[in-house]
């Protein structure tokens, strides 16, 4: 099982991201996927989720109407579009998979069954 995180970096307040994370060696389609975040000092927070069919989305209220979760099924990648970033979404960023639950949304890191490497996002002001 893989999951691999890109496309964090450095970039000033007010400006935008698209995080990627690729998924292989488990049945993509029967996980809901989610993302987390982690700052220095800090627990680990869920930032978004999405179910396994695209059809529901959660995010966290310090997110919402600034991030758009999505998922493409045919090519085992969730995506996490950050736009007007503040210097407080400075984390390192994780995607995560959760498999089927009746249960939405899914918002604990204990939720989730595996974890990407995380990618680092840095936003300046």
């Known amino acids: 099982v893989q999951l691999q995180a890109c496309g964090g970096g450095l970039v000033q307040a007010g400006g935008s991201l698209r995080l990627s994370c690729a998924a292989s060696?488990?049945?993509?389609?029967?996980?809901?996927m989610g993302w987390f975040r982690q700052a220095p000092g800090k627990e680990r927070e869920f930032v978004a989720a999405i179910r396994r069919g695209g059809d529901s989305k959660s995010y966290a209220d310090s997110v919402k109407g600034r991030f758009t979760i999505s998922r493409d099924n045919a090519k085992n990648t969730v995506y996490l579009h950050m736009s007007s970033l503040k210097p407080e979404d400075t984390a390192v960023y994780f995607c995560?998979?959760?498999?089927?639950?009746?249960?939405?949304?899914?918002?604990?890191?204990?939720?989730?069954?595996?974890w990407g490497q995380g990618t680092q996002v840095t936003v300046s002001s």
């Open positions: 060696g488990f049945t993509f389609d029967d996980y809901a």
């Open positions: 995560a998979a959760c498999y089927f639950s009746a249960v939405w949304p899914r918002t604990r890191p204990s939720d989730y069954d595996y």
